[in-house]
């Protein structure tokens, strides 16, 4: 039985929240186990000539194995 992982990433403005992300995942794949899920949370902000902007990045880590049937 080996471990295996998915990477999941949003954009909090985009179309695919994280949590939607992680649910369609689980939702499609019904014969996994959850070993964990890690999330991460990142914010940056950009200044330049005038303009600015702030980025929201959501990301999270499923460690998962399949079950044997």
Excluded: C, W
């Amino acid at each position: 039985m080996a471990i295996k992982t998915k990477f999941l990433t949003s954009h909090r403005h985009g179309l695919n929240d994280i949590d939607d992300l992680i649910n369609n995942f689980l939702g499609e794949n019904p014969e996994i186990e959850i070993i964990d899920i890690k999330f991460q949370s990142n914010v940056s902000a950009v200044a330049d000539d005038g303009i600015s902007g702030t980025y929201y990045n959501d990301s999270a880590l499923i460690i998962y194995k399949e079950v044997e049937e």
